[in-house]
């Protein structure tokens, strides 16, 4: 089930699969402390995706711009610990797509309704693209588009599962990506939601 999307970037089909229900209860505990919250973008508009983090790193968007932040702005307080089940998760996926020693510091939890979608664009707010993110998909299906590296290249439909595991690395890490429209429907776990984790070393 694992195959290579291109140089640098892996699908590891199914590898959380078995860790979702524990990964799902730490969401929810996440979320109890740090709100999930819809993030303005620079340009003023509101992102239709709900986004939280936990870790000593969290990615947010303002009027001011896009940047990682020690501490939550909406609750004045640090963002949760990156649960060891997430650290750990992520450094195995890592290691299978060729990354050993990935330590993440970071971990941006997307949710995603029916209807929300994510915006073609780079992921350039972390100090080292040499590492690679770690991205886990979690209950409804959705699909993720890639393109190459300028925004205007052909882009691909990639399908994305619950419990979907995918790293970018390499020449792959700086590729125009997004998510979407998401389809409606019901997960077992999730209900109508899809939930994403990104893992990175944004320090
Ligand atoms: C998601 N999130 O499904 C995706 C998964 C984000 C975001 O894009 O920025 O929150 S991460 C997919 C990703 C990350 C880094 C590089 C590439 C894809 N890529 O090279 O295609 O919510
Ligand atoms: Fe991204």
């Known amino acids: 089930r694992d195959h290579v999307l291109a140089p640098g970037a892996m699908v590891l089909g199914g590898f959380a699969r078995n860790d979702a229900p524990a990964l799902l209860a730490a969401i929810d505990h996440i ?28 990615w947010i968007s303002d009027r001011s711009g896009y940047r990682y932040t020690p501490v939550d702005p909406a609750t004045g307080r640090p963002w949760p610990a990156l ?6 998760l992520a450094a195995q996926a890592a290691a299978q797509a060729g990354f050993a020693g990935f330590q993440p510091d970071a971990c941006l ?33 959705a699909l993720f588009l890639w393109g190459g590296p300028a925004r205007t290249d052909r882009v691909r439909r990639i399908p994305l599962e619950h419990g979907d595991v995918v790293v970018w690395g ?11 429209t998401l389809a409606d429907g019901i997960h077992p776990l999730t209900g109508r939601t899809r939930l994403n984790l990104t893992f990175r070393l944004a320090r």
Do not use: K, W
């Open 31 to 58: 979320a109890a402390a740090a709100p999930f919250r819809r993030m303005t973008t620079p340009g003023g508009r509101t992102m239709s995706v709900a986004m939280t983090n936990c870790g000593q790193a969290g």
């Open 83 to 88: 649960p060891v089940l997430f650290s750990a």
């Open 109 to 141: 939890i997307n949710r995603y309704d029916p209807g929300t979608r994510l915006t073609l664009h780079q992921d350039r707010n972390e100090r080292d693209f040499d590492r690679p993110i770690v991205s886990v998909s979690l209950g409804l299906p």
């Open 170 to 180: 390499g020449p792959a890490r700086l590729t125009y990506h997004g998510i979407h």
